[in-house]
């Protein structure tokens, strides 16, 4: 049987998503807001705008990055999925995610995907049951830092492990139907 087709949707131009097969990723180069829908997400809306740290660190948001955030979580809530968010990030709350009964929410350390450092993330799941999220808790194992190039590229970068549960998570999600509830998950 063929994989569900997943969109990413805010991708790194040089993310682990491009290796992967199966996967329709938007970058920089092609705008996400071009997505048509019809298929689950997995969205990394640009945090700038919305991270605690990135505001402490002086960075300013471009505003086409917030609008892109909100419309993120638009994407989530119509077709099922997954969204990320770093610790801090305020996107959740503007989205109205923790006062929304369709939106599951739930705290992650990436480095329970061997991401080098502690990286506190935030997902928001729409159409998946809470449930069958199995979350990898590791504790007191830190890989190292030889596989990161950059600084940048540290605070950005998603592992391979991280993406390929993400992608996983997404293929079972469900859309909304037209009356506005969430539909069945397809048959496996």
């Known amino acids: 049987m063929k994989e569900k087709a ?16 199966g996967l329709d990723v938007y ?13 689950p997400i ?5 945090c700038r705008g919305w991270s605690q ?9 471009i505003p086409e990055e917030r609008e892109l955030g909100l419309w993120c979580c638009e994407q989530l809530r119509g077709c099922g999925g997954v969204l990320e968010q770093p610790q801090g990030s305020t996107l959740f709350e503007a989205a109205g995610f923790h006062d929304d009964p369709d939106v599951y929410c739930t705290f992650v350390q990436q480095s329970w995907w061997g991401y080098p450092i502690r990286k506190g993330t935030w997902l928001a799941f729409v159409g998946i049951d809470p449930k069958l999220i199995e979350v990898p808790l590791r504790l007191g194992v830190l890989p190292t ?13 998603t592992t391979r492990g991280f993406a390929e549960w993400l992608v996983a998570l997404a293929r079972i999600a469900h859309e909304r139907e037209d ?10």
């Open 27 to 39: 970058d920089i180069t092609r705008d996400a807001r071009t997505f048509p829908g019809g298929m």
């Open 42 to 46: 997995v969205a990394h809306p640009p």
């Open 6 to 21: 997943v969109a990413i949707l805010c991708a790194a131009t040089k993310s682990v998503y491009h290796e992967m097969d």
């Open 53 to 61: 740290y990135a505001a402490n660190m002086g960075h300013v948001p």
């Open 145 to 157: 830092r030889a596989f990161w190039d950059s600084k940048r590229s540290l605070r950005s970068a």
């Open 179 to 188: 009356d506005g509830t969430l539909g069945q998950p397809d048959p496996a």
